[in-house]
């Protein structure tokens, strides 16, 4: 079983949806990341959070929210999904201390 | 943005050849990791080096570390087609608790 897992994979959603896409771990990580991927430009963090109570930007945090509903499960919300927000989202974990950070599948996201 | 770039952005090379990718930065940092994506997947860790090494292995892989030129390279040897993938460095800089800042990626190409 995968140790870090997204739901849905593929979504397609019109522009003003509400979409949240859900991470869930079994690493037993305290921290967990938000990145988005866009052709040619890498990946960006959006949101991080180093424990249950610590949520923080990342360098592209507008137009989305975060939830960390426990240590396992990091929920990415777009409040008002824009063609812009079109993009591969990866989610991701790591440890204090071991410093490399295990990623997720991605979800696929396409808002017309 | 401290966003590092690497280059070349695409290499085609043939098996049993050497892949060479090379990522620059901009500000200090405590360690430069690689990580591998096949298409449209997850990323994978493949390497980490510190701020205070010069060089590290494992297996085929070689990475180097210049960090008066704020600089690192990956070595492929003895490519193969599963090496096939897009590479990407990733900084941790200084004074940003442990957030990575990935570079714009090398998409690699081995045929047989």
């Known amino acids: 079983d995968a140790d870090v897992t997204q739901t849905p994979r593929n979504r397609i959603t019109k522009t003003g949806k509400r979409i949240m896409l859900e991470c869930s771990q079994t690493?037993?990580?305290?921290?967990m990341y938000w990145y988005r991927q866009d052709p040619g430009l890498g990946l960006r963090l959006i949101y991080y959070?180093?424990?249950?109570?610590?949520?923080n930007k990342g360098e592209i945090s507008d137009g989305y929210s975060v939830s960390r509903q426990a240590q396992a499960k990091f929920s990415l919300s777009l409040e008002s999904a824009i063609p812009n927000q079109t993009a591969l989202y990866f989610c991701?974990?790591?440890?204090?201390?071991?410093?490399?950070?295990?990623f997720g599948p991605g979800t696929r996201l396409t808002v017309t | 943005s401290q966003q590092g770039e690497e280059d070349p952005q695409a290499l085609s090379i043939q098996e049993g050849e050497n892949a060479t990718m090379n990522c620059s930065y901009k500000?200090?940092?405590?360690?430069l990791q690689w990580y591998r994506q096949n298409s449209g997947r997850g990323l994978v860790h493949l390497i980490l080096?510190?701020?205070?090494?010069r060089e590290k292995h494992s297996g085929r892989l070689r990475v180097t570390l210049d960090t008066s030129k704020k600089s690192s390279s990956l070595l492929i040897t003895a490519s193969r087609a599963a090496d096939t993938a897009s590479y990407f460095c990733?900084?941790?800089?200084?004074?940003?608790?442990?957030?990575?800042?990935f570079g714009t990626g090398t998409r690699l190409q081995v045929t047989l």
């Open positions: 990733a900084t941790d800089h200084t004074g940003t608790a442990s957030k990575l800042t």
């Open positions: 991701a974990t790591s440890e204090p201390g071991l410093d490399e950070q295990y």
């Open positions: 500000t200090s940092i405590n360690n």
């Open positions: 690493k037993g990580h305290d921290r």
């Open positions: 080096i510190r701020s205070n090494e």
């Open positions: 959070s180093f424990d249950v109570k610590d949520i």
